[in-house]
Nanobody, 120 residues
């Protein structure tokens, strides 16, 4: 059974930090591109950060560059998002995503999400 389970969300004050974790099971995690997305109320889901399956290359939304860091531990089937200098506009539901196209077959898995609220 494929699962992505996020944890680490919560309430934090502006300027604070949080670390999100996502643990995968039921598929070959190391061969997937791993991403964090977020969706704020009334807004579309947006890509926050992405890490390649091989080589470790990363991409970040302009709004989080220099503040957020994505990492992965293939031995633990885990992906992490270190979020620093948090702002109220970072408030959203954060989702972990695993994606690959293998021999023409697309696999696209999502976690259930974890809520981040940045507020004084």
């Amino acid at each position: 059974q494929v699962q992505l389970v996020e944890s680490g969300g919560g309430l934090v004050q502006p300027g604070g930090s949080l670390r999100l974790s996502c643990t995968a099971s039921g598929f070959t995690f190391s061969s997937y591109v791993i991403s964090w997305y977020r969706q704020a109320p009334g807004k579309e889901r947006e890509l926050v950060a992405r890490m390649a399956s091989v080589g470790g290359s990363t991409n970040y939304a302009d709004s989080v560059k220099g503040r957020f860091i994505i990492s992965r531990d293939n031995a633990k089937n885990g992906v992490y998002l270190q979020m620093n200098s948090l702002k109220p506009e970072d408030t959203a539901m954060y989702y972990c995503n695993a994606y690959r196209v293998h021999f023409g077959i697309k696999s696209d898995y999502w976690g259930q999400g974890t809520q981040i609220t940045v507020s004084a």
